[in-house]
């Protein structure tokens, strides 16, 4: 990131509260400086980053027709980033355990890449919006390959003990900032 980057003091009870990084920093910060990265390498001032958007939410829509973004965004899904949360403990150092979260984006930066070579192939049918959908959903690839760094979005890191026993209530207060 090329400007600061703050992050957010989420009061749990603990002497210092936890620190934190919200989705809505995150997603401000990569639309300003790298909005590839949110689209599968398409940046936002390029309209294959809309398609890209609505095209992935188009053919979800048939497996999860009742989620909640077809009725709160329903009009606006090319500007509509998906995402997934995900919560895992590891061990970290001395192997004591550690909670960590972080958003992690949807889309490979390969897609543009695929898309673009698709899209050189079948040049000749690129005029029919629907195919050009057909091409963009072929060409999304999932983010698993290349550096993290470049996918995931750390939301916050505790140690056990500021989450269990005593502390127990620090996880729903960190499930309830997830989920605002």
């Given at each position: 990131?090329?400007?600061?980057?703050?992050?957010?003091?989420?009061p749990?009870?603990?002497n210092l509260?936890v620190p934190c990084?919200k989705?809505?920093t995150?997603?401000?910060?990569l639309?300003?400086?790298?909005?590839?990265?949110?689209?599968g390498?398409?940046?936002?001032?390029?309209?294959?980053?809309?398609?890209?958007l609505?095209?992935f939410?188009?053919?979800?829509?048939?497996?999860?027709?009742?989620?909640?973004?077809?009725?709160?965004?329903g009009?606006?899904?090319?500007?509509?980033?998906?995402f997934?949360?995900?919560?895992?403990?590891?061990?970290?150092?001395?192997?004591?355990?550690?909670l960590?979260?972080s958003?992690?984006?949807?889309?490979?930066?390969s897609t543009a890449?695929?898309?673009?070579?698709?899209?050189?192939?079948?040049?000749?049918?690129?005029?029919?919006p629907e195919?050009?959908?057909?091409?963009?959903?072929?060409?999304?690839?999932?983010?698993?390959?290349?550096?993290?760094?470049?996918?995931?979005m750390l939301?916050?890191?505790l140690?056990?003990?500021a989450?269990?026993?005593?502390?127990?209530?620090?996880?729903?207060?960190?499930l309830?900032?997830?989920?605002?």
């Amino acid at each position: 990131m090329c400007a600061p980057f703050n992050y957010n003091i989420l009061p749990c009870g603990l002497n210092l509260g936890v620190p934190c990084f919200k989705l809505t920093t995150w997603f401000r910060a990569l639309l300003v400086h790298q909005s590839q990265l949110l689209a599968g390498g398409f940046p936002k001032d390029d309209i294959l980053f809309g398609t890209c958007l609505e095209t992935f939410w188009h053919y979800m829509r048939p497996s999860m027709p009742d989620h909640e973004v077809y009725t709160r965004h329903g009009d606006a899904l090319r500007t509509t980033i998906p995402f997934y949360l995900h919560m895992d403990e590891g061990r970290g150092l001395r192997k004591s355990a550690v909670l960590v979260a972080s958003g992690q984006l949807v889309f490979g930066l390969s897609t543009a890449a695929k898309f673009r070579s698709l899209q050189e192939e079948h040049r000749e049918f690129m005029e029919d919006p629907e195919f050009v959908s057909h091409v963009m959903a072929q060409s999304q690839l999932h983010n698993g390959k290349g550096s993290t760094y470049k996918s995931r979005m750390l939301l916050f890191a505790l140690p056990k003990k500021a989450y269990t026993k005593a502390n127990a209530h620090v996880f729903d207060k960190m499930l309830t900032m997830l989920r605002d």
